[in-house]
């Protein structure tokens, strides 16, 4: 300690600043005082939870867009037109355009739901080739129905004549 008080007596007699004083001075707070040293950890761990929360968030944010766009997807496709299909290249386009957005405003999943984006993708996936399929159906009942109605048309017509000479006769 007798140490540390006369090389702070030399610094002051070399004429060192009164700034460069209360800086050695800080520092040697912080190196000797507990609780300081408690206080610099604790910064020290809320800066690394920090970046590990923007680190999280920079990779849950694509997750977030792709998962808005699919459920879009899906309701242009139930209630616009079936076919409609958002290209995967311009879907990932978007999910990255919209990403530091998301971030920005907190728009993400939740940390539970972003675990789960397989099972997401695959019910995704399922979705969408139900909604294919009923609207597969659909069109082909429509088009089993034109049928239908065009041979009872061609029908109607070719018995029309028939029963007009059948009257006649």
């Given amino acids: 300690m007798d140490e540390q008080i006369t090389e702070q007596e030399t610094t002051v007699e070399q004429g060192a600043s009164p700034d460069a004083l209360a ?3 800080e520092q040697f707070d912080t190196e000797h005082d507990p609780d300081a040293q ?3 950890q604790a ?3 809320a800066e690394q939870a920090d970046a590990e929360a923007e680190q999280a968030a920079a990779e849950i944010a694509p997750l977030s867009a ?3 766009l699919m459920g879009i997807e ?7 037109h079936p076919r409609f299909e958002i290209d995967d290249e311009r879907r990932q386009q978007v999910a990255r355009d919209c ?12 940390d539970w739901l972003a675990q789960y984006e397989a099972e997401i993708v695959a019910i995704k996936a ?3 080739l139900t909604i294919e399929s009923i609207g597969q159906v ?9 049928r239908l109605r065009a041979v009872k048309a061609d029908n109607e017509e070719h018995d029309a004549p028939q029963e007009a000479d059948k009257e006649a006769a």
């Fill in 38 to 40: 408690a206080k610099a």
């Fill in 66 to 68: 792709l998962v808005a």
């Fill in 74 to 80: 899906q309701a242009i496709k139930t209630f616009v």
């Fill in 23 to 25: 800086l050695e001075l």
């Fill in 43 to 45: 910064d020290a761990d």
């Fill in 99 to 110: 990403a530091p957005v998301l971030i920005k405003y907190g728009a993400l999943l939740p």
């Fill in 138 to 146: 659909k069109q082909l009942k429509a088009e089993d129905m034109a």
């Fill in 126 to 128: 399922v979705g969408g």
